[in-house]
Nanobody, 120 residues
Framework: QVQLVESGGGLVQAGGSLRLSCQASGSIVSINMMAWYRQAPGKQRELVALITKSWTTNYADSVKGRFTISRDNTKNTVYLQMNSLKPEDTAVYYC??????????????WGQGTQVTVAS
């Protein structure tokens, strides 16, 4: 069984920074793509950033230049450094990972979400 546990959310003033972390645990052979999504009230969940196993990254236009995704494969952890935060970044942030397990192949897993609130 695999679990993704996020941390690092909270309340911050506009212009501030937060760093989210998401660690995967369980019976893991390897982790392919890791990503951060977010969902604001009344809106659909959207992709914020992703990082492949070879460290190729991709960002939503709304966060380019402000957010940085990274990973530590030794810790099965993905990070999201968020700078110059805006009120419109307020949302629940979810991490997702495509994880290979020994007997079940690659599957997508989700964390429980962490709230990020940016005050104006």
């Amino acid at each position: 069984q695999v679990q993704l546990v996020e941390s690092g959310g909270g309340l911050v003033q506009a212009g501030g920074s937060l760093r989210l972390s998401c660690q995967a645990s369980g019976s893991i052979v390897s982790i392919n793509m890791m990503a951060w999504y977010r969902q604001a009230p009344g809106k659909q969940r959207e992709l914020v950033a992703l990082i492949t196993k070879s460290w190729t990254t991709n960002y939503a236009d709304s966060v380019k230049g402000r957010f940085t995704i990274s990973r530590d494969n030794t810790k099965n952890t993905v990070y999201l450094q968020m700078n110059s935060l805006k009120p419109e970044d307020t949302a629940v942030y979810y991490c997702s990972a495509n994880i290979v397990q020994r007997y079940s192949g690659a599957q997508n897993y989700w964390g429980q979400g962490t709230q990020v609130t940016v005050a104006s």
